[in-house]
């Protein structure tokens, strides 16, 4: 179960109103892409907690993955993550330097998160090189395992 206590400000003013319930999911798959918040025990040494939100220019941790019913009783899913200040490393588009901010955002889950293809401490490795919309149709990329 997920509780909103501790996001109620953070909720309110990005929503505009309290929902009544929110369901946590740990992984999500939307356009094609999975999504894994970092309570998602993974398998395999691939992270898709990590990803480029690509409407702001910037990278995020997922952190939870939630459900909301909107006034209308629409379902969107929404993230709430951390955000990261990053540079390019090495002088290549696909390696980031990170820094972590110390707030979190939330954010609809839409087609302008692109999941990263692997992170370590420091530094995340994506496909940035390529547009969302083709990324999501390029069958070239790695796709995520589940």
């Known amino acids: 179960d997920f509780s909103m206590q501790p996001y109620h400000s953070l909720i309110?003013?990005?929503?505009?109103?309290?929902?009544n319930a929110a369901i946590e999911?740990?992984?999500?798959?939307?356009?094609?892409?999975?999504?894994?918040?970092?309570?998602?025990?993974?398998?395999?040494?691939?992270d898709s907690t990590m990803a480029f939100?690509?409407?702001r220019g910037?990278?995020?941790k997922i952190e939870h993955?939630?459900?909301?019913?909107?006034?209308a009783c629409n379902k969107d899913v929404?993230?709430?993550s951390r955000v990261f200040n990053s540079e390019?490393?090495?002088?290549?588009?696909?390696?980031?330097?990170?820094?972590?901010?110390?707030v979190y955002h939330l954010y609809r889950?839409?087609?302008?998160?692109?999941?990263?293809?692997?992170?370590?401490?420091?530094r995340i490795y994506s496909d940035l090189t390529r547009p969302p919309h083709e990324a999501k149709t390029n069958s070239n990329l790695p796709r995520p395992r589940i």
């Open 78 to 80: 929404y993230i709430f």
């Open 58 to 60: 910037s990278f995020v």
């Open 88 to 102: 390019r490393a090495f002088g290549t588009p696909h390696i980031h330097a990170l820094e972590v901010l110390p």
């Open 25 to 46: 999911y740990n992984r999500v798959s939307v356009g094609g892409f999975v999504y894994h918040s970092v309570q998602y025990s993974r398998p395999r040494k691939t």
């Open 53 to 55: 939100l690509a409407s």
């Open 65 to 71: 993955i939630v459900c909301f019913d909107d006034t």
């Open 12 to 19: 309110h003013s990005t929503l505009g109103f309290t929902p």
């Open 109 to 122: 889950l839409d087609s302008s998160l692109i999941p990263c293809i692997y992170a370590e401490k420091y």
